[in-house]
């Protein structure tokens, strides 16, 4: 149980345009989800928290017209990266809380963006 | 704020121990997580604490003193599968109790 799929696994975009994200809670109603932010050799950075039905809370630094996220429902929560540059390449993961583990993150797979 | 501080790298033989060490500072501490990551995947869970004391799963262990701020991860009998990033994240009662990752520690198991 506590699976979070993470769809789709990787894209390739054009600089300028938008890509959206989506994470799946599969088994499980998820009351929080979070997104991350990885580079290379580098370890996760959180990018924003959101909760379903509410505005999501972003961390320091993120901008919140660029990193869009939708809690639309209890199962999936979407990022979409507007107006995509090179420098937002990464590796974006999800992760999502409320299974039968209170106190546990359940991460997706992750999405690989390249941004060209 | 959160302050998490992991070695960036560290290697072993295989059949060996090896204990990643995580010092952190926070307030409204409210646990501790140990991840495991292989290039280009999600972290996978190891263990949680958030009392002192040690934690035993296996071949793996970890330990928590709170009044420290320390915690190790220790994995003994190494195999070459344990090759790969260990992550220690905090998390603090505040907000969402969001986990705030260490740096991660490289780990490279050799025959």
């Known amino acids: 149980g506590a699976v979070v799929s993470q769809h789709p696994s990787w894209v390739i975009c054009k600089s300028g345009t938008s890509v959206k994200i989506e994470c799946r809670s599969l088994?499980?109603?998820?009351?929080?989800m979070f997104w991350y932010r990885q580079f290379p050799k580098q370890s996760l950075m959180l990018m924003a928290t959101?909760?379903?039905?509410?505005?999501?809370?972003?961390e320091q630094g993120v901008e919140k017209d660029k990193f869009l996220i939708n809690h639309a429902s209890l199962t999936l929560s979407t990022l979409t990266v507007t107006s995509a540059h090179p420098e937002d390449s990464s590796f974006y993961i999800c992760?999502?809380?409320?299974?039968?583990?209170?106190?546990?993150?359940?991460f997706g797979p992750g999405t690989r963006l390249t941004v060209t | 704020g959160q302050n998490i501080d992991q070695p960036t790298e560290m290697t072993a033989t295989e059949g060996a121990i090896v204990q990643i060490n995580c010092t952190y500072q926070t307030s409204g501490f409210n646990g501790l997580f140990w991840y495991q990551q292989h290039a280009g995947e999600a972290p996978t869970f190891l263990s949680y604490?958030?009392?002192?004391g040690l934690e035993e799963k296996g071949r793996f262990s970890s330990f928590l003193s709170r009044s420290k701020g320390y915690s190790y991860l220790l994995l003994k009998e190494l195999q070459m599968k344990d090759s790969a990033s260990y992550l220690c994240?905090?998390?603090?009662?505040?907000?969402?109790?969001?986990?705030?990752f260490g740096t991660g520690t490289r780990l490279l198991v050799s025959p």
């Open positions: 604490n958030v009392l002192d």
């Open positions: 992760s999502a809380r409320g299974g039968a583990v209170s106190y546990e993150q359940y």
């Open positions: 959101s909760n379903e039905g509410s505005k999501a809370t972003y």
């Open positions: 994240a905090v998390t603090a009662n505040t907000g969402f109790q969001k986990l705030v």
């Open positions: 088994d499980f109603q998820a009351t929080t």
